[in-house]
C-alpha cells in the first residue's frame, strides 16, 4: 500500500508571485485601475493589494498615472498600470523582397514600424542586413536594440526542432544557416525565435479576430504560396518536424503528382491554388488582371466568366480544405492572405458551400478579420507572450 504524499502549501514568496501575475495581467487587459478595484477583481484584501502595488512598483513594473474621483467625500482613487518601458519587443515578417518590422511597448502599444527591401543583400548578407533593421526600428521606437527582451521572425517555412535548421523555405536564401538562432541572436544581442508565418497569423487571430475564443480551427492562408496552420485545443500543433500545415505539398486530385517535392519545392495544392495556378485559371475564363488578388477582384465585377473562375476555384480550395477538415473536424475554417481578401464574402460563401459537399464535418467558414499583417501582429503577440514572462516574473 502506498501512501499518498502530502500536498505542500504555496510558499509567501510563490503565492506573491502568483498575486502579482494575477494583478499585472488585469492591469493589462482593464487598467488603468486603482487599488480598490485590484482587490475587487482579485479578491485580494486593500491591505494585500497595497502590498502588491508597492512592491510592482519599487519593480518598475507599474506605474501610477493620475487620480480617479470617489462618490464619497474621501481623496480621490490612485490610478495604476502597467509601466510601459519595462520591456520592449519586435515582430518581424520576412518574404522573399522585404521585411516588415515593428516594435511594441510591454503593454502592447507599437512604438514604431519599419520596411527594408532584401533585394539585392545576397546569402551571406541577409542575417546582418536584418539585424541592422531590427536596431534601426529599435531607434525609431526610441529606444536601444538591447533593450529588446524578444524577438520574433515569422518566415514561409517551418523550423525543425530537433536540428534547428529551416524546411520548406528555399525561395528565402540566407535563412538555411544550420546555426540560425544562435546566428541571430548573436547578430541583434536579444533572445530570437523563428516561426511559420501562417502559424503567426493563426496566433494574431485568436488574439484579435475571427478565431476569438476558439480553441480547434484551420486557417488557410492563400496568396502566392499555399499555406496552413492548424490550432488544436487552443494550441499551435506545429507536428514533429515543424511542418504541420504545409499543404502547398499535399497532393489533390485534379493535379499533376509531384514525386520529389524536394526538388520541384512544389506540391498539388500549390499547382491547384498558388497565385500561378490562379493566374493561370483567370486566363482560361478570360480575365487580364496582372495578379492572382487582383484577378479575384475583376472576377468580382465580371459577371458570366468572372462567376465560373471563382466557382471553379473556391472548388479548388474547397478540395484542400476537405483533405484537413475530414482529419483535423476543426470548428472554425479561417480564410487569410491577399487572394481571399480580394475575394471578400462573395468567395468565403462559395467556399462554405463547396466545402459543405465534401466532408461529413462542415465547419463555419469565415474571413481573417485582422488588418494590416497578420504576421506582423501574429510575431508581436508571440514575442510579447515571451517577454512578460520574463519580465512579469517576481519572487
Known amino acids: 500500500m502506498?501512501?499518498?504524499?502530502?500536498?505542500?502549501?504555496?510558499?509567501?514568496?510563490?503565492?506573491?508571485?502568483i498575486n502579482d501575475r494575477a494583478a499585472l495581467e488585469l492591469l493589462l487587459t482593464e487598467g488603468p485601475l486603482s487599488r480598490t478595484q485590484i482587490g475587487a477583481r482579485t479578491g485580494l484584501s486593500k491591505p494585500t493589494a497595497s502590498q502588491l502595488l508597492s512592491r510592482l512598483e519599487a519593480a518598475g513594473l507599474v506605474v501610477a498615472i493620475g487620480t480617479e474621483s470617489g462618490r464619497g467625500p474621501g481623496p480621490n482613487a490612485q490610478l495604476y498600470q502597467v509601466n510601459p518601458t519595462a520591456g520592449y519587443v519586435a515582430g518581424l515578417d520576412v518574404t522573399n523582397s522585404e521585411i516588415r518590422l515593428a516594435v511594441?511597448?510591454?503593454?502592447?502599444?507599437?512604438?514604431?514600424?519599419?520596411?527594408?527591401?532584401?533585394?539585392?543583400?545576397?546569402?551571406?548578407?541577409?542575417?546582418?542586413?536584418?539585424?541592422?533593421?531590427?536596431?534601426?526600428?529599435?531607434?525609431?521606437?526610441?529606444?536601444?536594440?538591447?533593450?529588446l527582451r524578444a524577438i520574433v521572425i515569422g518566415i514561409g517555412g517551418a523550423l525543425?526542432?530537433?536540428?534547428?535548421?529551416?524546411?520548406?523555405?528555399?525561395?528565402?536564401?540566407?535563412?538555411?544557416?544550420?546555426?540560425?538562432?544562435?546566428?541571430?541572436?548573436?547578430?541583434?544581442?536579444?533572445?530570437?525565435?523563428?516561426?511559420?508565418?501562417?502559424?503567426?497569423?493563426?496566433?494574431?487571430?485568436?488574439?484579435?479576430?475571427?478565431?476569438?475564443?476558439?480553441?480547434?480551427?484551420?486557417?488557410?492562408?492563400?496568396?502566392?504560396?499555399?499555406?496552413?496552420?492548424?490550432v488544436l485545443g487552443g494550441r499551435l500543433h506545429r507536428g514533429f518536424t515543424g511542418g504541420a500545415g504545409e499543404v502547398g505539398y499535399m497532393p489533390l486530385p485534379g493535379a499533376p503528382i509531384v514525386h520529389d517535392v524536394r526538388r520541384k519545392n512544389s506540391g498539388g495544392f500549390q499547382q491547384l491554388a498558388g497565385a500561378p495556378a490562379v493566374l493561370a485559371l483567370a486566363r482560361r475564363h478570360g480575365l487580364t488582371a496582372p495578379t492572382a488578388p487582383r484577378a479575384v477582384a475583376q472576377a468580382l465585377e465580371t459577371p458570366g466568366a468572372?462567376?465560373?473562375?471563382?466557382?471553379?476555384?473556391?472548388?479548388?480550395?474547397?478540395?484542400?480544405?476537405?483533405?484537413?477538415?475530414?482529419v483535423v473536424d476543426p470548428e472554425l475554417v479561417i480564410l487569410a492572405g491577399d487572394v481571399p481578401r480580394a475575394g471578400g464574402e462573395p468567395l468565403r460563401a462559395m467556399v462554405q458551400e463547396a466545402l459543405s459537399e465534401l466532408t461529413i464535418p462542415r465547419p463555419e467558414v469565415r474571413r481573417s478579420t485582422v488588418p494590416g499583417y497578420p504576421v506582423l501582429h501574429g510575431a508581436l503577440q508571440r514575442a510579447l507572450a515571451a517577454a512578460r514572462e520574463a519580465v512579469f516574473t517576481t519572487h
Request: aromatic letters at 4%; glycine letters at 10%.
Open 160 to 230: 525543425d526542432p530537433a536540428v534547428g535548421k529551416l524546411r520548406y523555405a528555399m525561395h528565402l536564401p540566407g535563412w538555411h544557416s544550420p546555426h540560425l538562432l544562435a546566428d541571430l541572436e548573436s547578430a541583434t544581442g536579444a533572445p530570437v525565435s523563428v516561426e511559420n508565418d501562417v502559424n503567426l497569423a493563426a496566433i494574431a487571430e485568436q488574439a484579435h479576430g475571427a478565431a476569438r475564443g476558439c480553441q480547434d480551427f484551420v486557417l488557410l492562408w492563400t496568396g502566392v504560396g499555399v499555406g496552413a496552420a492548424i
Open 2 to 17: 502506498t501512501t499518498a504524499r502530502p500536498t505542500r502549501a504555496g510558499t509567501p514568496s510563490l503565492l506573491r508571485a
Open 104 to 147: 511594441a511597448d510591454i503593454t502592447g502599444a507599437v512604438r514604431a514600424e519599419h520596411r527594408v527591401s532584401t533585394r539585392g543583400w545576397g546569402a551571406a548578407r541577409t542575417i546582418p542586413n536584418a539585424a541592422a533593421a531590427v536596431a534601426e526600428t529599435a531607434r525609431l521606437a526610441g529606444i536601444e536594440s538591447n533593450a
Open 306 to 326: 468572372g462567376s465560373e473562375f471563382l466557382t471553379e476555384f473556391a472548388g479548388r480550395l474547397a478540395l484542400g480544405l476537405a483533405a484537413i477538415v475530414t
